[in-house]
Structure formats: structure tokens, C-alpha cells
């Protein structure tokens, strides 16, 4: 039904940058855009950190604790950016007003086909419900 070969493949990346880094992180970057794979990274979070819930039943019950200290994430843009620079892909900081399904008409990102009248078209509608369903969880998450 699809030509595999011709679809622009990418990988939405939602995250605050984490603190584990893999140590061949370029190799495995060069790897996936060998494959023609782009990365497409949406930073979550702030830059000055903030404690993480734990909620059961939809109620906050205590702060996530590593080895009995209070858990701490922070935003870490550069890694971020250069996954998504080394595969091609975008970096977008995600706040309130963060319009992410401008990035899915970037021809640089999606490709040229699905602006051609391409059957493809169904893929972002359902990519930018999921991105935005997650994003809505997490920003229900973190306003509490």
C-alpha cells in the first residue's frame, strides 16, 4: 500500500534531556540518520528544575525520591538540540503557547510529499493528537 522506501520516517522525542547519556550517543545518532530517520526534539520542562509527583488514583500522594532524596528535572536543551541537529531533525521548546503542528508542515521535516497530494497525509493528524494528548497529561501533571 506504501512505498516504504519514499516515506519520510521521524521520531518525535518528548523529553527534559534526561540525566543518562548514552556513550556512543554520536554513533547512535549517525546510525539512525543513515537509516534516513530525523528526530524531532520537544523540550519539556524548566531550565531552573522542579520536584516530580507521584499521583495514584489521580491524587498526589508524595514526591518521586532516588535513593531517599527528592527527584529533581531539569531541562537540558543542548542535548537535545544536537540529537535532533545530527539527524537533521528540529529542536522546539515546549511551553503554553507552543504551537508543535507547524513543525509537521515543515517541508525540511516531513518531506515534500505530503504537500504533492501524497496518501500519507492521515499520519499527521494522529502524530499531532498523540503529541498533544501527551503534552495535556503532562500539563495537567505539572500544574498541580
Known sequence: MFDDEKRKRIILLCS???????????????DISTRGITIVTVGLGSKTGSK????????????????????VTRLKEEILREISRMTGGKY???NLNTELKGIFRDPGVVGKKIFSGGKDIFQIPLTLSIVLLSLGMWFERWGE
Do not use: M, S
Open 16 to 30: 527534559d534531556g534526561g540525566h543518562v547519556r548514552p556513550k556512543n550517543l554520536k554513533g547512535i545518532l549517525t
Open 52 to 71: 516530580i509527583p507521584v499521583y495514584e488514583d489521580g491524587r498526589f500522594i508524595k514526591w518521586f525520591e532516588i535513593n531517599e532524596k527528592g527527584a
Open 92 to 94: 522546539i521548546r515546549a
